[in-house]
Each structure stands twice: as structure tokens, then as C-alpha cells.
């Protein structure tokens, strides 16, 4: 194989293959070597339907039963959203979106079994806060949060803010243990929500420069990869954000996801990032990594 098609190979492991990989990312969690990236498909394994939309999809239906968008764009959260921004004003897509993420999730097993990890860094990438409320749970004092944060209404030149688990409002570069990073901020504490295609108007022009990605991510990425569980990259603006929070990671990357259902786009993201698809339902990976024995 020439080194152009290894670098567009998908690499995917099945079976006994994918249950030691994660029998060794278990070990690798445990030893704060590699970053849990968090998405909207872990509220799918409970055996309940969550209480707050788990795809990009539902959030836009959500959004349409509140004011109809045009058909072309109905499907599509951040076009939706910005319809409605332009439409009915900031104040009003904020009130719904913080009305459609209000009801409270339970933290997963899996969110719980993360929490009691010392991890230096945690990425959650949807607004609903179950992977905060776990922290909480914990009477940890040692976690910080990191959300993104929409400039729309912004008269400083911010990108983020910092929150500790009661709520209060931290100085940016607080110490902290645990930083929990949600680049399109969270439901809690504060309903920060980068969500219309405004809000990464100017945050994708200076993404790639890596200006909205705080520093301590920088620095804590460096030595460690990553593990993509409930992730899908079928947009490009999840693809870009996934990839912009990897780069200048040492690696090596896992994603676990139902193979069979990658979009050709998904694929062509997974191989040229080098990401390896361990193919298992995430219930299993999920059960698997947080039983007992390490």
C-alpha cells in the first residue's frame, strides 16, 4: 500500500478484535491517556427515549414545530435556527432552544463511570449536560467547565466562558483537574448555545488558526488521542469542529460506531483523521468499559 491510500484507509476492527481494543482504551481511560469525545448518541442508551432531542435533526424539527422553516433547509438545525434568529430575533431562538433542552437527563451508567475517572480532559460536543450533572454527582471540586459561547450578543472579545459545577462564573485559565470542554455550549448553567449558522461565522474563520480552541485544551490534547463515543460526522460542520479540537494530538483515535451506517462522506473523515471505527453497538462498548474489572 503507497503512503497516499494508507492515509484514505478506514481502518475497522470487529468482534474479539474491537472488544481488546477497548479492553486496552479501558486501560488508557483509567491511566488519563487518551480524551473521551462525547455526543448526542450516548442519550440513546438508556432503554427510554431521552427527554431533550439526541440528533442535529431532531433539535431542527423541534425548531419547526415552533416556527415552520422553508422545505429546502427543514432538516438542517443551524440553517433552521438562523431562520429563526433572522426572523424573530437572538432573544427568541435562545428562549426555545432553552425551552426544547430544559428537561433534565439523567446521567447514563457510562457518564457516572467517566466521572469517577481522573481524566484531564473530557469533550462533550451536545447541549444537554448529563456528562455535568455526573461530575456534580460526584462532589468533585476539582472540575471546571469550558463552554463555547455565541458572539452575537457579545461586547467583549470572548470566545468561551468557564464555569465551575455550582454555576458560578470562573475566571478564564482557572486551575482544575478535570476540564470539561463543550465547544457548542450546554444547556446548563448558563443556556449557551452556538447553534444558528451565525454563531460559527466568525468561529470557523479563526478556528483553523485554533483562536476559539482554549489553551488548556491545547496543551492537554498534545499527548493524548482520542475516543469518539455517540459521535456521527455526516455534517461538515461536526467534522470540522472534530476535526479542529484533534489537531496537533499525538493520537491514536477510536470511534465507536455501527459501520454499516457510515455515510461515504463519514468514511473519507474517518480514514483521512486516521480514526479507527471499532464496530459494536454502543450499549455493549459502552457496558463493556465501564464494568468493574480493568
Partial sequence: ????????????????????????????????????????????????????????????????ARAPAPSKIRTNMWSVAQFIEQRRHRRTLQAWMAEIFAGPVAPTVFHAWLATLPLSLIVDSWYDGAMRAALAETGRTDVIEIQGVTRADAITDIWTRTYDLAG??????????????????????????????????????????????????????????????????????????????????????????DSATLTKNERRFLAANAITVIDMPAGEAAARLAAARV
Fill in 168 to 257: 458560578r462564573e470562573l475566571q478564564p485559565g482557572s486551575a482544575a483537574t478535570t476540564v470539561l470542554y463543550t465547544p457548542h455550549g450546554s444547556i446548563r448553567p448558563a443556556a449557551n448555545f452556538l447553534v444558528a449558522d451565525s454563531d460559527y461565522v466568525e468561529t470557523l474563520t479563526e478556528i483553523d488558526i485554533q483562536t476559539p480552541i482554549p489553551q488548556v485544551m491545547k496543551e492537554r490534547r498534545t499527548n493524548r488521542g482520542f475516543l469518539f463515543f455517540g459521535c456521527r460526522f455526516d455534517d461538515q460542520m461536526l467534522r470540522t469542529y472534530a476535526r479542529q479540537i484533534m489537531k496537533r494530538s499525538q493520537g491514536p483515535h477510536f470511534a465507536v460506531i
Fill in 1 to 64: 500500500m503507497n503512503m497516499i491510500s494508507a492515509l484514505n484507509h478506514l481502518f475497522i476492527i470487529r468482534d474479539s478484535h474491537a472488544s481488546k481494543q477497548l479492553d486496552l482504551l479501558k486501560k488508557a481511560l483509567y491511566a488519563d491517556q487518551i480524551i473521551p469525545y462525547l455526543g448526542p448518541g450516548l442519550l440513546r442508551l438508556k432503554t427510554v427515549e431521552p427527554p431533550v432531542p439526541h440528533t442535529p435533526e431532531t433539535v431542527a424539527a423541534a425548531l419547526n
